[in-house]
Every structure is written in structure tokens, then in C-alpha cells.
């Protein structure tokens, strides 16, 4: 184990299985590959890459595994080549992200200092587009509902007659819709490879005016320029990142000391509830691959090379 993960989580592990909580080892490669070497799971920190290096040395490997963080340095791939699973749990900070989302936008809706109006908005008189139905948006949707917010909604893999759209209390729209009609956006893709720059200057050139955005997605979804066009043409008022990638606000960059711009480093999954229910996710889940039959796992990576 790399993270650290709740003491009761690490006995009950160890109470199973030869588990060892090692997180020197992130700063030290090759003693890292060493002890790869023999392991049949790896719990690892969010910044640290999966790559051809580290697996190469785990013959053994089984499940990798992460509480929190996308899968961007994630060799996918190649774990699958090698028969390794790829475990996140994905509804562990769903609560927590969309309570952030909730607090973003009140804070955004009641704040001047980004160029807005003295007088607030209300979120209830509000509408509210969420990009990407992700576990985060079901549960950020009747959050929303609640303060009688309408919500309209846009997600590429979900067709607009899905029953799903209406039991989330959903109105599906097209993207370029979506923006032309809503107050406020929520942007919740995953950082899939395919969703790289898809808020283009295509897209964003219909955002209607004045509005206020939740980024809890990768900045790699939007192309930098087009962002900085519609802030500076009032479109996008302020825009909050949870994920920003840092060199876009090193000095000479688009949005540099850009106002309207605000970011946090990756605070919306933080809590303690959220830790927790990843933490038992995990743990049960590598206990249920370790527990499997050792040589029927490793022929299933081999033939699948």
C-alpha cells in the first residue's frame, strides 16, 4: 500500500493478506519496482503513473488500485494486456463533490468581486446544466431540485429518450442547447482521452451571456484559448476549477492573474466520509481478487496478451 487508508481498513486487510504500507517508496523508483516485484495488489496515490516501467516488474501484479484521482497516467491497456485489474470506486465521493458543486455555485451566484451584479441570484430561480451524467450528477441533480433549481442535462454516451434522464429529474438537451439556455454549468465528464478539448471554441461560442461554471472535471476537457475568448466577451462570467492543470497560470498563459478564474486543488472528494467508503471499496475489492485462484488469474492475463 502507497496511501494511506483508515487503520481499521489496513487491519483488516493485514488480517487477510501480507499487506505492508510503504508510501516512501513513491519518491524512491527503483526500490518501488523492487517491491512490485513480488506483490499480488498495489494501492496507489493519484500521481503516481501506472506505466510499461512499473509493470514490468510485477509479474505477480493482480489489481491496482486508487481511492481518488482520474486515470490519466494510467496505462489501461496495458494493464489489461497483462491480466491486471484497474479499480476506482466511483460513487465513494459523490456526496462530496456534488455538495462542493452546490457550494460553488451559491458562492458564484451571491459574489460581485467576479464582475457579477451587487445584487445575488438566487439558485432556486436558476437553471443549472450539468455536462456528463456521471454518479456525481445523480446525485447533484435533486440536490439542485431541492432549492428549485430546474437542471437540464448533456451526456454523449446517453440518448435523450433514456428513461434515466427522468429519473434523475433531467431535461435532456443537445450541448450546444444546453449552454445556449442555462444560467450556470456543471462540468463532470471523466477525463476520458476522447473528451480531450471537447468544450472548443466551437462549442463555447454558444454560451449565452453571464453565465457561471463548476469545472470538477480536468482542464484538458476545454481548449484554453476558447475559454479565455469567453470570459473575456462576458460569456463565461467566473469559472470554478477543481482540476485545474497548474501551468495554465504560469505567467504568459491565457488565464494567468485572469479574473473570474478561481481554482482549488482537487478539494471536492476530500472529506473524511468519502475517504472512508473508498477506503472499505478498495479494500474489499482487492481481498475479493486475492482470494481468487491465483493460476486461473494469471492464465486469464496470459491468454488475454
Known sequence: M??????????????RHDARFAPELVADPLALRAAV???????APPDLPIDARLLESADDLCIVARLQGDMVNVDQDLCRARGVEVA????????AEAEFAVGALLDMFRNPSDGGPKLGRELGCATVGLIGMTPVAQVLAPLLASFGTRVMGY?????????????????????MDLLQTVDAVVVLLPSYERFRGVLSARVLSHTRMDQVWVALSPSMLFDELALTDALNRGAIRS???????????????????????????RL???????????????????????SRDVPAVRAAGQRSR
Do not use: K, Y
Open 2 to 15: 502507497l496511501e494511506a487508508l483508515d487503520a481499521e481498513v489496513v487491519q483488516w486487510l493485514a488480517e
Open 37 to 43: 516485484a513480488g506483490a499480488r495488489a498495489l494501492i
Open 88 to 95: 476506482r470506486v466511483v460513487w465513494s465521493s459523490a456526496n
Open 155 to 175: 451526456d454523449p454516451s446517453l440518448h435523450a429518450s433514456d428513461d434515466e434522464w427522468s429519473r434523475w429529474g433531467v431535461e435532456p438537451l443537445s450541448l
Open 239 to 265: 469559472i470554478w476549477f477543481d482540476a485545474l492543470d497548474p501551468s495554465w497560470l504560469e505567467a504568459g498563459r491565457p488565464l494567468a492573474r485572469r479574473r473570474g478564474v478561481r481554482v482549488t486543488e
Open 268 to 290: 471536492a472528494n476530500q472529506t473524511r466520509e468519502a475517504a472512508t467508503r473508498a477506503a472499505w471499496a478498495i479494500a474489499r475489492r482487492v481481498d475479493e481478487v486475492l
